[in-house]
């Protein structure tokens, strides 16, 4: 069975960082597009980030282009989101997700797995 588990949320300050983690297990993990989704309370899952198997590709959504980061490490099985200059707006749930196609897709629909997500809090 396909396993994403996020971690690295928590409470910052705006203005501060965090980096969220996502390690995969029982995945051809090197095969697959992943991406960053969040979703904050009484609105739906919207795109953060994606990253193409090999890597040289990513895709930011324009309210965190320049401010998020995201990279994979497929030898570990990782994915990552350095996340700096944090704004209260970036409050959410923040998903991993893994596509199979490869698509690079900003939408939720496309993506094989998921995982249970990590909070993060951005206090002003």
């Known amino acids: 069975q396909v396993r994403l588990v996020e971690s690295g949320g928590g409470l910052v300050q705006a203005g501060g960082s965090l980096r969220l983690s996502c390690a995969a297990s029982r995945l051809a993990f090197s095969s697959y597009a992943m991406g960053w989704f969040r979703q904050a309370p009484g609105k739906e899952r919207e795109f953060v980030a994606v990253i193409r198997r090999g890597a040289a590709n990513t895709y930011y959504a324009d309210s965190v282009k320049g401010r998020f980061t995201i990279s994979r490490n497929n030898a570990k099985n990782t994915v990552s989101l350095q996340m700096n200059s944090l704004k209260p707006d970036d409050t959410a749930v923040y998903y991993c997700?893994?596509?199979?196609?490869?698509?690079?897709?900003?939408?939720?629909?496309?993506?094989?797995?998921w995982g249970q997500g990590t909070q993060v809090t951005v206090s002003s």
């Open positions: 997700a893994a596509d199979r196609s490869s698509s690079a897709s900003q939408y939720p629909a496309d993506y094989d797995y």
